[in-house]
């Protein structure tokens, strides 16, 4: 019987064999990436101009933007007036309590329709992915089919519909109507993420007894939060930043702060009060900015919250 | 005695395809039922239906005799173990155990009793008050265990409960399902598709294909008599060798020979046919890599042949060897120690009584 042992090669010197590169590669300044970060830099600055110049323009007296001055300039004495303005007492028609009122309404707007929405919505993706009813995928492809239908197509019927029930101009008509635009977008998000979780989660809970609702509340509902912070995101801001629908179906009484906003704008007795205009521009889109920025980092983990293992 | 789970004419199709076609099993009570199989052999769909977690097209299903063809999982005395553990993220070792109590409205002190009970059995008492994050997967395991423990169910439903994990800690869960089984006795049906598995825990093994059970008999059975060509090269590792042929009776000799195709004779002394076979039946001859020798000149084989050495795959205990016999592949085993070497020649040989003989039309033992 013939056996071959192989011997071991003899191992390379400790010192190196051979020049040449060795350990991480280094980082090197390309000319690609002096490209990237100047065009990042100049997209960044495009978007900033006109926020600037909002804030500037907001901060300045009206007889030094009638004089006409370099639109960049920082203000020679700064003002804060046009925001107390803006705020307090700028007046829309014979109404001058600036936008106070439509701020309350918009909140109010949106915190309502933001809850009843992701609700639904959550019940809806749970139902969905999990139950499986007949019809299921029937009733999901009109829903999917419901995130493309444009607007203006359905508010005619929807404003018929709404004075038929009695509601047009009402609180509830406003809601109900954010609560179907939503929709689609929202179950979409919900399906999908609850496609994503182990279907034994769901065996589980039943195996264990508990029913639709029990198993919704207790143990999907505590693994949604990553995808409802995204949706109250989705839905605060879309909402907030609504005009369209506001204008038609909110009614006077609850006007949101958009409209209130276009009223003050739009005014055209007397001087146009340039700086107030801006301020309260500013002042209606500091709530979706400040929830960009507080939420960015949730945003992006909800978003990439996929697959959630327990 | 009253069998645990009686299973009547179980059918189920998902759309057009049919996964369960009229399928009947018994289960004893006590006994450790595996069903085994390929992915998508409709194993795990079966224990589904046993669970209630999917609606059958018809039959029946008794457990712990009632009809619970038509009962909610939660009402059919079953607990369920999962491949992906299905702990709920959001609560703590204790809640998951206690959260089928709590829902089916238990008092505190009855759910603490029995979360104790079981944590003491399964011996995660320092883990109650972690969240399933915070475990590493044995431990996850034994949670899910201790979920159905709770219960204080008839039956205990395992689905892949061990796929999840790695080589070494699936071999040491392996030997606590079982000492667990010892312990309480309860009926245990367990779907995987690892014939290890399936041979070490069970009472009797039901091999399923296609929806349909091929074979229902206890390991020892199941590995040496396989009742057709399937369950014969499904069960064992390295699998089972076949050498085409036919059947031949010798004038003036009782026993059959297998003759191969291309003639080589191996006598069938002393094998166990059902029945006479008739002559020149094509066959199919199925040996156990682990049952052929190396001849040894003092205990010589009945069946013995000069081979040459193809390719040789040491695995540590043993060493599987390729080679040869009459233009057929096949594999052995040896000892590791036995050094053989590509080319060599050795003489082979095995005993044609360990052997399986199947019918080739019909696939089925002889």
Redesign the interface.
């Known amino acids: 019987?013939?056996?071959t042992i192989v011997q071991p090669e003899a191992t390379a010197p400790l010192d190196r064999v051979l020049s040449g590169p060795r350990g991480p590669r280094k980082q090197q300044i390309t000319m690609a990436r002096i490209g990237i970060y100047g065009f990042l830099i100049i997209a960044a600055l495009f978007f900033l101009t006109p926020l600037w110049v909002m804030l500037v323009t907001s901060l300045k007296t009206l007889p030094e933007i009638r004089e006409g001055g370099n639109l960049f300039y920082w203000p020679r004495e700064i003002t804060f007036e046009p925001w107390v303005q803006a705020w307090s007492s700028a007046c829309t028609g014979r109404d001058c309590r600036g936008l106070q009122p439509g701020f309350i309404n918009s909140v109010k707007i949106t915190a309502v329709a933001t809850v009843v929405s992701i609700l639904i919505a959550a019940i809806n993706g749970y139902a969905l992915s999990f139950w499986r009813y007949r019809y299921a995928n029937l009733v999901f492809g009109i829903l999917v089919f419901g995130a493309f239908v444009p607007y203006q197509v359905v508010i005619y019927p929807l404003v018929v519909a709404m004075r038929e029930m009695g509601i047009f101009g009402t609180f509830p008509s406003i809601v109900i109507v954010h609560t179907i635009f939503g929709m689609p977008i929202l179950t979409l998000l919900y399906r999908n993420f609850f496609s994503s979780l182990?279907p034994?989660?769901f065996?589980?809970?039943?195996?264990?007894?508990?029913g639709f609702w029990?198993i919704f509340f207790?143990?999907m509902v505590?693994?949604a939060v990553p995808i409802t912070v995204v949706a109250v995101i989705l839905q605060l801001t879309g909402i907030w930043n609504d005009f369209l629908f506001g204008t038609i179906f909110a009614g006077r009484a609850h006007m949101p702060m958009t409209v209130q906003l276009n009223n003050i704008v739009q005014t055209t007795t007397g001087i146009r009060e340039y700086n107030v205009h801006m301020a309260a521009t500013m002042l209606t889109a500091a709530v979706p900015l400040a929830v960009y920025f507080i939420s960015g980092k949730w945003f992006v983990r909800g978003i990439a919250a996929g697959a959630?293992?327990? | 005695m009253q069998t645990s789970v009686s299973i009547r004419d179980l059918s189920l199709s998902f759309g057009n395809t049919r996964i369960l076609d009229k399928l009947n099993l018994d289960i004893e009570q006590g006994e450790f039922i595996v069903l085994l199989g390929p992915s998508g052999c409709g194993k795990s769909t079966l224990l589904n239906c046993i669970a209630g977690l999917l609606d059958i097209d018809d039959g029946e299903i008794h457990i712990s005799g009632r009809n619970v063809t038509w009962a909610e999982p939660k009402d059919r005395g079953i607990g369920m173990v999962f491949q992906s553990y299905a702990l709920y993220p959001q609560m703590t070792v204790e809640k998951n155990l206690s959260f089928g109590l709590r829902v089916a409205g238990f008092g505190k002190a009855e759910i603490q009793e029995r979360v104790q009970r079981a944590s003491e059995i399964l011996q995660i008492q320092p883990l109650l008050k972690r969240k399933p994050v915070e475990l590493s997967g044995g431990q996850r395991q034994r949670v899910a265990i201790g979920r159905a423990l709770v219960r204080d169910v008839d039956v205990f439903l395992f689905d892949e409960p061990l796929s999840n994990l790695d080589a070494k800690l699936r071999s040491d869960l392996r030997v606590e399902i079982k000492r667990l089984h010892r312990k309480l006795k309860n009926t245990m049906v367990y779907v995987t598709h690892d014939q290890i598995e399936a041979l070490t825990l069970a009472n009797r093994i039901a091999i399923m294909k296609e929806g349909e059970i091929q074979q229902l008999a206890n390991p020892h059975t199941i590995y040496h008599k396989p009742v057709n060509l399937y369950v014969a090269g499904f069960i064992g590792s390295p699998s089972m060798n076949f050498l085409q042929g036919a059947i031949q009776h010798e004038s003036g000799a009782n026993d059959p020979l297998f003759v191969t195709d291309s003639g080589l004779r191996i006598p069938l002394a002393g094998y166990p046919f059902a029945e006479a076979p008739d002559a020149g039946l094509p066959a199919v001859l199925g040996v156990r890599p682990e049952h052929i020798n190396i001849a040894d000149d003092n205990r010589p084989l009945p069946f013995q042949q000069q081979v040459e050495i193809d390719i040789v795959e040491p695995m540590g205990s043993e060493t599987l060897v390729w080679t040869q016999i009459a233009g057929q592949t096949i594999t052995f085993s040896c000892d590791s120690d036995v050094l053989v070497e590509p080319g060599q020649t050795v003489t082979i040989g095995f005993d044609p009584v360990r052997a399986s003989v199947f019918d080739r039309e019909s696939t089925l033992r002889l």
């Open positions: 019987m013939t056996q182990p034994e989660l065996k589980a809970g039943r195996v264990d007894g508990a029990q207790r143990i505590p693994m959630v293992k327990g």
